[in-house]
């Protein structure tokens, strides 16, 4: 399971918990003030991306100009808010952060909620271009100081805004939140082995479930034409699927399979390496990871995450490892994603807390007016 099916599948999960208001989300009436924006972006402008920009209140941090960040959501259709299970991560961060002294914008992904666009034809590259063009927008708000724009995302979102910021030299910072450090094909074979151990299937099945997923990665790396990875996905329904005694009822799954593997955007993610966007980062970085994340695990990533930014330009690295929280920066038993709606905490406060001091430090957040 990828991250985009893992995504589908909680967006699915989130019906079940309704729409009651976990403890942490926000309630109006807000201490700043709240901004609907239209943001064009995509080649020629033919897509807009609908967001919100909260701005710290003037009483209390002063007119602005203010230091900034916008926010990228994870794999999958997301909302603004990046809507999982009852929870609203970015928008209780976004309420934290403008609490303290700085604005926020959060967007809904192209063809979601009220952005135009298709989502089914976004690759990641793409998705990155709506993320310059909101970052873009962002750093052009009067409310706004254009030198201290940053960039942070989450999981995916996490390796779009390093790829922003290579190339984006205006962007003054980046927060990666459980962003990869790998290749996506090894984000996936980590998260099918710990699925499939956690899930006790025998060593010898997770083996050579492992070796088909590696000849099929291989094959995506290598460029080969759907049909192709076609055989090897047929290869690896018929032994996930062995319960299914018709073969034709394995091919017609594999065919459903395919796009997680061969879609323009799973080409994408399985083989852009992260390295090469973070060793051309030339601004500061605050790199965060769960210990009990079980999506973007913290060992596998945050290691190459301090290589690369070291082999580069980063004038300063932060790289933490959160102990006992999740994928979500929930705190965890588990980790599994099926705790996720169990959990109330939406966002850890100390989590939430060292991204605020960080971008704080990094920007030169005012004290509040009066202290």
Same mark, same amino acid.
């Given at each position: 399971?990828?991250?985009?099916?893992?995504?589908?599948?909680?967006?699915?999960?989130?019906?079940?918990?309704?729409?009651?208001?976990?403890?942490?989300?926000?309630?109006?009436?807000?201490?700043?003030?709240?901004e609907e924006v239209t943001i064009p972006?995509?080649?020629?402008?033919?897509?807009?991306?609908?967001?919100?920009?909260?701005?710290?209140?003037?009483?209390?941090?002063?007119?602005?100009?203010?230091?900034?960040?916008?926010l990228v959501t994870g794999s999958g259709?997301?909302?603004?808010?990046?809507?999982?299970?009852?929870?609203?991560?970015?928008?209780?961060?976004?309420?934290?952060?403008?609490?303290? $002294?700085?604005? =926020? @914008?959060?967007?809904?992904?192209?063809?979601?909620? %009220?952005?135009? &666009?298709?989502?089914? #034809?976004?690759?990641?590259?793409?998705?990155?271009?709506?993320?310059?063009?909101?970052?873009?927008?962002?750093?052009?708000?009067?409310?706004?100081?254009?030198?201290?724009?940053?960039?942070?995302?989450?999981?995916?979102?996490?390796?779009?805004?390093?790829?922003?910021?290579?190339?984006?030299?205006?962007?003054?910072?980046?927060?990666?939140?459980?962003?990869?450090?790998?290749? $996506?094909?090894? =984000? @996936?074979?980590?998260?099918?082995?710990?699925?499939? %151990?956690?899930? &006790?299937?025998?060593? #010898?099945?997770?083996?050579?479930?492992?070796?088909?997923?590696?000849?099929?990665?291989?094959?995506?790396?290598?460029?080969?034409?759907?049909?192709?990875?076609?055989?090897?996905?047929?290869?690896?329904?018929?032994?996930?699927?062995?319960?299914?005694?018709?073969?034709?009822?394995?091919?017609?799954?594999?065919?459903?399979?395919?796009?997680?593997?061969?879609?323009?955007?799973?080409?994408?993610?399985?083989?852009?390496?992260?390295?090469?966007?973070?060793? %051309?980062?030339?601004?500061?970085?605050?790199?965060?990871?769960?210990?009990?994340?079980?999506?973007?695990?913290?060992?596998?990533?945050?290691?190459?995450?301090?290589?690369?930014?070291?082999?580069?330009?980063c004038p300063s690295a932060t790289v933490?490892?959160?102990?006992?929280?999740?994928?979500?920066?929930?705190?965890?038993?588990?980790?599994?994603?099926?705790?996720?709606?169990?959990?109330?905490?939406?966002?850890?406060?100390?989590?939430?807390?060292?991204?605020?001091?960080?971008?704080?430090?990094?920007?030169?957040?005012?004290?509040?007016?009066?202290?």
């Amino acid at each position: 399971m990828n991250l985009a099916a893992i995504a589908a599948l909680i967006a699915c999960c989130s019906v079940a918990f309704g729409q009651d208001a976990r403890p942490q989300t926000p309630r109006a009436p807000f201490p700043y003030s709240s901004e609907e924006v239209t943001i064009p972006a995509g080649d020629g402008a033919d897509h807009t991306l609908a967001g919100t920009l909260t701005v710290p209140e003037a009483s209390v941090w002063g007119n602005g100009p203010h230091p900034a960040m916008v926010l990228v959501t994870g794999s999958g259709p997301q909302d603004r808010d990046e809507t999982i299970m009852g929870h609203k991560p970015f928008a209780v961060l976004a309420d934290y952060l403008t609490r303290r $002294g700085i604005a =926020v @914008l959060r967007y809904d992904d192209r063809g979601v909620g %009220r952005s135009t &666009g298709s989502f089914a #034809d976004a690759t990641v590259r793409g998705l990155a271009s709506d993320a310059r063009a909101a970052w873009s927008f962002l750093r052009d708000h009067p409310a706004t100081d254009p030198a201290r724009v940053g960039i942070g995302g989450h999981s995916e979102g996490g390796l779009i805004a390093p790829m922003v910021a290579a190339d984006e030299p205006g962007v003054a910072f980046v927060v990666m939140l459980a962003g990869p450090g790998v290749p $996506g094909s090894e =984000v @996936l074979l980590f998260q099918s082995e710990f699925l499939m %151990r956690a899930g &006790g299937l025998a060593e #010898d099945f997770i083996a050579e479930n492992q070796s088909i997923r590696r000849a099929i990665f291989a094959l995506v790396h290598e460029g080969a034409d759907d049909a192709t990875v076609l055989g090897e996905v047929e290869r690896l329904m018929d032994m996930e699927l062995a319960y299914m005694k018709d073969p034709e009822a394995r091919r017609r799954m594999a065919q459903q399979a395919l796009p997680q593997f061969a879609g323009a955007w799973a080409r994408e993610f399985l083989t852009i390496d992260p390295a090469d966007a973070l060793s %051309r980062v030339a601004v500061p970085v605050l790199a965060l990871n769960g210990t009990l994340d079980t999506q973007v695990n913290a060992d596998q990533n945050l290691i190459p995450i301090e290589r690369a930014l070291a082999a580069g330009p980063c004038p300063s690295a932060t790289v933490v490892r959160l102990k006992n929280l999740n994928h979500l920066f929930q705190p965890a038993e588990t980790g599994m994603f099926g705790e996720y709606g169990a959990i109330e905490t939406t966002f850890d406060e100390a989590a939430m807390g060292l991204i605020a001091g960080w971008v704080s430090s990094v920007t030169g957040v005012k004290p509040p007016v009066g202290e």
